[in-house]
């Protein structure tokens, strides 16, 4: 696809070109404070600038801290789409419900991310691979050691320039089965976005690195047998060829996050004719129907991986491909029908391609 939009001369200077993934920060953030008497202030939005924080606050000590990630677009008519941001609001809330936290109302969520989009949407280049990837955080914010819950919250939301999560161009995957650690366990927290998950995943990440592969995929805690997920995203698999194809992804146990990618890549599979099927399938399974050539596709999905193909997996030293190793056409027809769909260039009946305000 071509660039669809050209920044204006006042924007040009602050286009990031090649942003990568994380580090290209936009200009502005949203700031707003929670206590029990007042409830929340009103949101202000300031210079991205560093935070002045006490080194006892309950956050940093105990890991009550909740985030979210989504995206906006440049849609074809140059202006900005968030995606699925009222879904993204509502999986904060329950995030931050379970860690004992207040409750950000939807309306306010979205409201400071379209704030954020408005100041800083010049920063995105007319490169469609690119996107602004919007950050929001709470945290408990209290100095305090007791083992307890905050009583004073801050909530903040900051944005970078993003380009493709394992590069610029759609380029197949490897990942690296995981049977030592374990991502989540029932009755963890394994179905919420909260910042306690991501640091017990980087050993085995950089155990997956040394066996030359981009992303860990984690096993179920219980039996060490049932795909789960992968480092940052959720994990498809493609069963049968043509349109008979079913798309398969692990059925939500609730030790697994439900993606908002992977609720909008079912919706679309069954759109394009597809069977979308949620089921518990163990990595031993996947190896056989791999080998017997009946699943010939796999791929990863979320805000930041989109959908990225998946074409090799390494198991305790044993490694196979997954159908000729390149990516398929069914993946390839979802990535493009959700690709289109973020900038406004099909259509979009669920209303989930949101205009920011002032669009």
């Given at each position: 696809m071509s660039a669809i939009f050209e920044p204006s001369a006042t924007a040009r200077d602050r286009v990031v070109r090649h942003p990568g993934h994380g580090e290209s920060f936009t200009e502005h953030m949203i700031s707003m404070e929670w206590t029990e008497g007042e409830g929340w202030s009103e949101g202000r939005i300031t210079p991205l600038q560093n935070l002045s924080l006490h080194p006892g606050v309950i956050g940093l000590h105990y890991g009550q801290v909740a985030y979210e990630g989504l995206k906006?677009?440049?849609?074809?008519?140059?202006?900005?789409?968030?995606?699925?941001?009222?879904?993204?609001?509502?999986?904060?809330?329950?995030?931050?419900?379970?860690?004992?936290?207040?409750?950000?109302?939807?309306e306010t969520f979205v409201a400071a991310v379209d704030q954020l989009i408005n100041a800083d949407e010049g920063s995105l280049s007319g490169d469609p691979a690119h996107s602004i990837y919007v950050r929001p955080i709470m945290f408990g914010t209290d100095t305090s050691l007791m083992l307890r819950p905050s009583r004073t919250y801050r909530f903040l939301v900051m944005a970078f320039v993003a380009g493709g999560?394992?590069?610029?161009?759609?380029?197949?995957?490897?990942?690296?089965?995981?049977?030592?650690?374990?991502?989540?366990?029932?009755?963890?927290t394994g179905d919420v976005k909260v910042a306690a998950n991501y640091a017990?995943?980087?050993?085995?990440?950089?155990?997956?690195?040394?066996?030359?592969?981009?992303?860990?995929?984690?096993?179920?805690?219980?039996?060490?047998?049932y795909l789960e997920e992968m480092g940052g995203m959720n994990i498809f698999l493609v069963r049968g060829q043509g349109m008979q194809a079913q798309v398969v992804t692990p059925k939500l146990t609730g030790t697994l996050l439900p993606g908002v990618t992977r609720n909008t890549i079912l919706i679309l599979a069954e759109r394009l004719g597809y069977q979308a099927v949620e089921e518990r399938i163990s990595l031993d399974q996947w190896r056989t129907e791999c080998d017997s050539g009946l699943m010939s596709e796999a791929f990863a999905c979320g805000t930041a991986a989109v959908v990225t193909p998946i074409s090799r997996v390494v198991d305790r030293g044993n490694a196979w491909t997954?159908?000729?190793?390149?990516?398929?056409?069914?993946?390839?027809?979802?990535?493009?029908?959700?690709?289109?769909?973020?900038?406004?260039?099909?259509?979009?009946?669920?209303?989930?391609?949101?205009?920011?305000?002032?669009?």
């Open positions: 906006a677009h440049r849609r074809a008519d140059a202006s900005m789409g968030v995606w699925r941001p009222y879904d993204h609001a509502l999986r904060f809330q329950r995030s931050c419900r379970r860690l004992a936290m207040p409750e950000l109302p939807v999560f394992f590069g610029e161009y759609v380029e197949s995957v490897s990942v690296y089965a995981s049977h030592d650690y374990s991502r989540a366990f029932p009755g963890g017990p995943s980087f050993l085995a990440q950089r155990e997956a690195e040394a066996a030359g592969c981009q992303q860990v995929l984690w096993l179920d805690a219980v039996e060490r047998r997954i159908g000729n190793g390149k990516p398929g056409p069914v993946t390839l027809a979802l990535r493009t029908a959700l690709t289109d769909l973020h900038h406004g260039l099909a259509p979009d009946p669920d209303g989930w391609l949101h205009s920011a305000a002032g669009h």
